[in-house]
């Protein structure tokens, strides 16, 4: 086979956001984040007087993104902190005019101790860096909200949902970029842009104190999201 048809196939399966693929397991991805706000209704709640920071978001809403701020029945009582440039922030404005929105860098909230009832995040731990970074990505939601929901891809489900290759996920750094850099996923190829958790590395990060509650999504009997509940005692909030 020549490297030109090769190469055509590739795109015709893996491309973002149009390869088959992708049209395949969009209407999974959109189930899965439905399941995450009911999970959040549930878990927490969306009373008319609390205040939500959403941590992450842009201006893109394929395959359900923004889900929080679609959904959220309050979203005049909601800020979403997103880390990105002034056309990324002004086209989320369109979308949603009603929700406050700020740059910022999650690992460096610039917010108060405190200053919102519940911090959210879907999908954005697994893109800060290193363990470290993650860490304090953690400890910054806690800081700024007594109570956080955060959601993350199980790092043990066989296929990585940011690149759609199955089973690559579980080598070791230097083949796994190798092959993600083969197939056009060449921006994962790094962990500083896609470093996966597994529910016990997503545990170790909850900051001393927090009471953690970690509740598994599955998918044909497998976990394929992580959520992480946390709670302040109401007498640090």
């Not at 750094?173 to 842009?193: C, H, M």
Request: aromatic residues 10%; glycine residues 8%; charged residues 20%.
């Amino acid at each position: 086979m020549s490297s030109a048809f090769l190469g055509r196939l590739r795109d015709a399966v893996w491309r973002w956001p149009d390869g088959w693929l992708w049209r395949l397991s969009e209407p999974l991805t959109v189930r899965s984040r439905g399941a995450k706000f009911e999970l959040f209704l549930q878990e927490i709640g969306a009373l008319p007087e609390y205040t939500l920071l959403d941590v992450g978001g842009g201006a893109t809403e394929v395959r359900g993104g923004n889900y929080f701020e679609r959904r959220y029945p309050h979203p005049q009582r909601m800020v979403a902190c997103i880390y990105g440039s002034g056309d990324e922030l002004e086209g989320f404005r369109r979308q949603h005019p009603q929700v406050r929105v700020v740059a910022g860098d999650g690992r460096r909230l610039p917010f108060a101790d405190n200053a919102f009832s519940v911090a959210v995040s879907n999908a954005v731990i697994e893109h800060v860096g290193a363990r470290a970074q993650q860490q304090a990505f953690v400890a910054e939601l806690a800081r700024v909200a007594p109570r956080v929901f955060l959601a993350t891809p199980n790092r043990l489900f066989p296929v990585d949902t940011h690149t759609l290759i199955p089973l690559a996920h579980y080598l070791p750094p230097r083949p796994r970029f190798a092959i993600y850099r083969r197939l056009g996923r060449e921006y994962w190829a790094s962990l500083d842009t896609l470093n996966l958790l597994t529910a016990r590395q997503l545990l170790a990060l909850v900051p001393p104190g927090v009471e953690a509650k970690l509740v598994r999504l599955r998918l044909l009997g497998l976990t394929h999201s992580l959520v992480l509940i946390l709670k302040r005692p109401l007498r640090d909030a």
